[in-house]
């Protein structure tokens, strides 16, 4: 399938923290041949993929399956639903927005009109917790029929290519999820695992236990990281660029990449011709933060695709910079099992 | 059969920003022209379907809230100013459609992040600092966009449970559809003479389509249809009417006292539900310009209590547009 209809697919797909099972199956159903699954109890999938021949070092590649959303915490009298949110999610991504609940439901959050709040506050967005999700329901008992506490919710947010770019919810990792569905498809030339991990959003906790069963020698993580490319932002503050190709980062919030692994990524991209840039912020933070502190210690890179607006229901990244970024993949994981 | 659902869907995916309003007299042609109305657009942009005299007059506005751009930068990102009351909190990650004079472009609404503008998480970009990304960047620039084209947000029309309904711009659409009820009503019931449709231009930009309309009609009589504020968290209970409670009549000093006590015995002989918004001065509507204008007129306000107003996720509820425009049907054949 082309990878750009099996993103479409898996951002649409429905998988907030904690509630990562549609991803997953979505995952399962395309596995090919020689893949062999296991799904641990916190409900990462790990898949390993038998190569043309065993490697030497065991590599891990790994993206994260869910996504940032909302857990509903409370129902109100008047059929209003109380939530918190599930992962990082700034606040002027929630105020205004469509939801869809588990059940399939939509909701949309809303916010009080400004002609009706004093000039001063028009100019802060509300936080989270002074924040309703409205489902159309007018008391809790008609609420209830539909949903109940510990219910989650995701932005609803149609998937749209425009300029050579695609915006749509989740993005953020589901194109990682893409790119490693795409690479499992071929035989590698050595052994490889695949990991997709559960509960990225909420503080790494997937890829805790997953890098632990996995036990790799070295671990590519595959994400998606910010970029603030916009008109008016200038050079280092731009953080990373759309169209520039993966981004290989040497230090961010949750992790020192090793400088060996980070020089030895930049100089393959330079032998392949193939386009890639750094982050000029230390900022972020992936499931690298958990990985490379597994066990005794793993050697871990993360080659992120430059996203616009991540954690809001409008993702954008560049098509032109999937193919690279799957060209630099190939090259490391290979590099790093021949060992 | 009218099907107010199909109808809401249609008139909130119109592309009728402040001021660009033609895409309304097609749509509204459609509708009217077969129900025996003299269909036209005014100069101002103002479409009027006029049946027989048209000495009353109802009032709905056509026009939406939007921005318009002032600019393109190279990197692929629209500057652009409001047009109207835009809510700055509600834009940021929101769809939007850039509207030119050949074709749409799909944009979403950005904003230099706050650490950047040296601000916090919590403030909303001033309105100078708005961003909107349409993809496209250096050589790829689309030449189709110019300053002076539009911008709304993308429609996106959902149902939230049996009879609620959530979308952008039900501010007015919800009013234009009581206007279309209306009209249905009163044709199955003969009683569609002397009246004068008016779907407004610019009322959002400063209620400015309003007072070329009446010059032109000279109504003897005028009932405003517009939404109002529904109860919500942080919303002040006196300004404010549940969802479901039927249409708010208007009480003001700009409305005549005993159309507004006229249209709420009736609301009670007909068992229809009701609620009265009271307003000190001003109503903020057509109903201010319109009961002025041309020598002036009795004027009334009906308006339908929408939730998140000038929000992209405005929310109402079917049966409140369904008694609006029972209410004024039955006003209307009444002859009040």
């Known amino acids: 399938m082309e990878l750009l209809e099996q993103i479409e697919q898996l951002s649409l797909l429905n998988g907030p923290s904690g509630n990562e099972g549609a991803v997953r199956d979505y995952i399962l159903h395309r596995l090919p041949r020689g893949a062999e699954a296991h799904v641990d109890p916190l409900g990462n999938l790990i898949v390993t993929r038998k190569g043309k021949n065993k490697a030497a070092k065991k590599v891990m590649l790994e993206a994260h399956m869910d996504e940032v959303g909302m857990i509903i915490t409370h129902l109100e009298t008047n059929g209003l639903l109380r939530f918190a949110p599930l992962g990082g999610i700034s606040p002027e991504s929630l105020c205004g927005k469509r939801v869809r609940l588990e059940n399939g439901d939509t909701g949309v959050i809303g916010a009080v009109p400004c002609h009706l709040i004093p000039e001063e506050a028009r100019r802060h967005y509300p936080k989270a917790e002074d924040l309703f999700l409205d489902i159309g329901a007018s008391s809790r008992e008609e609420a209830l029929l539909r949903v109940q506490p510990g219910d989650t919710a995701v932005f609803l947010s149609d998937f749209v290519r425009f300029g050579g770019k695609i915006k749509g919810k989740a993005l953020d990792d589901r194109v990682g999820c893409a790119l490693l569905l795409t690479m499992m498809q071929e035989e590698p030339l050595y052994d490889l695992t695949f990991v997709f991990t559960v509960q990225e959003e909420v503080g790494l906790r997937g890829a805790e236990a997953a890098a632990f069963t996995v036990a790799p020698d070295y671990a590519l993580v595959v994400e998606t990281t910010t970029a603030s490319d916009l008109a008016g932002v200038e050079g280092e503050k731009r953080v990373c660029e759309l169209g520039k190709g993966p981004v290989v980062s040497f230090m961010d919030r949750a992790t020192i990449y090793p400088s060996a692994l980070y020089r030895m990524a930049m100089t393959k991209a330079k032998q392949e011709g193939i386009p890639a840039q750094t982050k000029t912020a230390v900022a972020g933070g992936n499931d690298s933060g958990a990985v490379h502190k597994s066990r005794g210690g793993v050697q871990t890179l993360a080659v992120s695709l430059p996203c616009r607006y991540l954690h809001s229901p409008a993702c954008v990244i560049e098509e032109s910079d999937l193919q690279p970024t799957l060209r630099l993949l190939r090259a490391l994981a290979e590099e790093l099992a021949h060992g | ?336």
């Open chain 2, 1 to 336: 059969m009218f099907d107010l659902l199909q109808c809401l869907r249609e008139l909130t995916a119109l592309p009728t920003p402040s001021g660009r309003e033609e895409a309304a007299l097609p749509w509204l042609q459609s509708y009217f022209s077969p129900l025996g109305a003299a269909v036209e657009a005014d100069r101002f942009g103002n479409v009027l379907a006029v049946f027989g005299t048209g000495k009353t007059l109802l009032d709905a506005h056509i026009d939406k809230i939007g921005l318009v751009v002032t600019g393109m930068d190279p990197q692929g990102f629209l500057h652009a100013a409001p047009v109207g009351r835009a809510d700055t909190r509600v834009l940021a990650a929101a769809d939007m459609t850039v509207y030119t004079a050949k074709k749409e472009f799909f944009a979403v609404a950005a904003s230099v992040p706050p650490h950047l503008r040296g601000q916090t998480v919590y403030d909303a970009p001033p309105a100078e600092d708005l961003l909107f990304d349409i993809g496209f960047c250096g050589e790829s620039l689309p030449p189709d966009i110019e300053p002076g084209d539009r911008l709304l947000f993308r429609p996106s029309f959902h149902t939230l449970s049996d009879g609620v309904v959530t979308s952008p711009y039900l501010d007015n659409s919800a009013g234009a559809a009581v206007l279309l009820l209306t009209a249905f009503l009163l044709s199955e019931r003969g009683a569609l003479s002397d009246l004068a449709f008016c779907f407004s231009a610019q009322e959002e930009a400063g209620l400015r389509g309003a007072s070329p309309a009446v010059f032109q009609l000279r109504p003897e009589k005028a009932f405003v249809v517009d939404v109002s504020f529904a109860r919500q968290p942080g919303a002040r209970e006196e300004h404010t009417a549940e969802q479901g409670s039927g249409p708010m009549i208007g009480f003001s000093p700009a409305l005549d006292h005993d159309l507004s006590r006229a249209l709420r015995s009736l609301a009670e002989e007909k068992n229809l539900p009701h609620t009265a918004e009271i307003m000190g001065g001003a109503t903020g509507t057509n109903a201010d310009v319109i009961s002025k204008a041309a020598g002036g007129r009795k004027t009334a306000l009906l308006s339908i209590p929408i939730r998140n107003m000038h929000t992209p996720v405005e929310t109402v509820r079917l049966s409140d547009i369904e008694n609006t425009a029972r209410l004024l049907a039955d006003a209307i054949e009444r002859g009040l």
